[in-house]
């Protein structure tokens, strides 16, 4: 069993930035993924980045590359996403999710196991 806790998430103007945690505990194993997705009232849960926790491998979806980066302190067990030059489209709930894997898994929402609760992002205009 894993467990996550999302924290960081708030209120910002566009072009502002803002850093997410994940705070996993329980079992932890290098060969396993780390991933943030995130989601809006409507749509579907999309995957927006991910780290390999053994090597640092790591994924980002086109639509935030270049803006947003994701990391990691396995001494603090703790993933981070560091979003900058934020947008209103980046409004959403942001979920921290966690699989034991080989290689980072397709960000899709079947191939992920453990999930945290969320935490809100705001972007006004």
């Known amino acids: 069993q894993v467990q996550l806790v999302e924290s960081g998430g708030g209120s910002v103007q566009a072009g502002g930035s803002l850093r997410l945690s994940c705070a996993a505990s329980?079992?932890?194993?290098?060969?396993?993924?780390m991933g943030w997705f995130r989601q809006t009232p409507g749509k579907e849960r999309e995957g927006v980045a991910a780290?390999?926790?053994?090597?640092?491998?790591?994924y980002i979806t086109d639509s935030v590359k270049g803006r947003f980066t994701i990391s990691q302190d396995n001494a603090k067990d703790t993933v981070y996403l560091q979003m900058d030059t934020l947008k209103p489209e980046d409004t959403a709930m942001y979920y921290c999710?966690?699989?034991?894997?080989?290689?980072?898994?397709?960000?899709?929402?079947?191939?992920?196991?453990?999930w945290g609760q969320g935490t809100q992002v705001t972007v006004s205009s």
């Open positions: 329980g079992n932890l194993y290098s060969s396993m993924s």
């Open positions: 999710a966690a699989h034991y894997s080989q290689t980072i898994p397709p960000m899709t929402l079947s191939r992920w196991r453990y």
């Open positions: 780290i390999y926790r053994d090597d640092g491998r790591t």
